[in-house]
Nanobody, 124 residues
Framework: QVQLVESGGGSVQAGGSLRLSCAASGRSFSSYAMGWFRQAAGKEREFVAAVSRSGGRIRYADSMKGRFTISRDNAKSTVYLQMSSLKPEDTAVYYC?????????????????WGQGTQVTVSS
C-alpha cells in the first residue's frame, strides 16, 4: 500500500510557474514508477508526465514538452512537477500516481495508487 499526498497547487497568472510535490508513504517509493495526470472540469483525466523507478526514463505529453519537468527524489520519497509558461488551458486538478509496473506508463489503468489531487488555476 502506498499513500500519496500532493501539494503546491494554487492560482497563478498565465506565463507563471508552479512546482507540485507528491509525497509518498508506505511501501518502498523506489519500487514504483510515478506519474502526473490532470483532469479539467468536464474532461477526462489525461497524462501529463511520468518517470521510471530510478528516474532514468521520463515521458511527457506532447503539449507539456518544454514547459513541464518531472523529477523524483527517492531519498525523500517525493516526485515533483515543475510547471512553467503556464496557460489558462493548464487549469485542472493535478494528480500524482504510482505504478508497480516496469517502465514508464501513460495510461491511467497502469497505475495502482492515486493521490487526492491539487487544484491548479491559471488566469489570463
Amino acid at each position: 500500500q502506498v499513500q500519496l499526498v500532493e501539494s503546491g497547487g494554487g492560482s497563478v497568472q498565465a506565463g507563471g510557474s508552479l512546482r507540485l510535490s507528491c509525497a509518498a508513504s508506505g511501501r518502498s517509493f523506489s519500487s514504483y514508477a510515478m506519474g502526473w495526470f490532470r483532469q479539467a472540469a468536464g474532461k477526462e483525466r489525461e497524462f501529463v508526465a511520468a518517470v521510471s523507478r530510478s528516474g532514468g526514463r521520463i515521458r511527457y505529453a506532447d503539449s507539456m514538452k518544454g514547459r513541464f519537468t518531472i523529477s523524483r527524489d527517492n531519498a525523500k520519497s517525493t516526485v515533483y512537477l515543475q510547471m512553467s509558461s503556464l496557460k489558462p488551458e493548464d487549469t485542472a486538478v493535478y494528480y500524482c500516481a504510482a505504478a508497480s509496473a516496469v517502465g514508464v506508463a501513460t495510461e491511467t489503468s497502469r497505475y495502482d495508487y492515486w493521490g487526492q489531487g491539487t487544484q491548479v488555476t491559471v488566469s489570463s
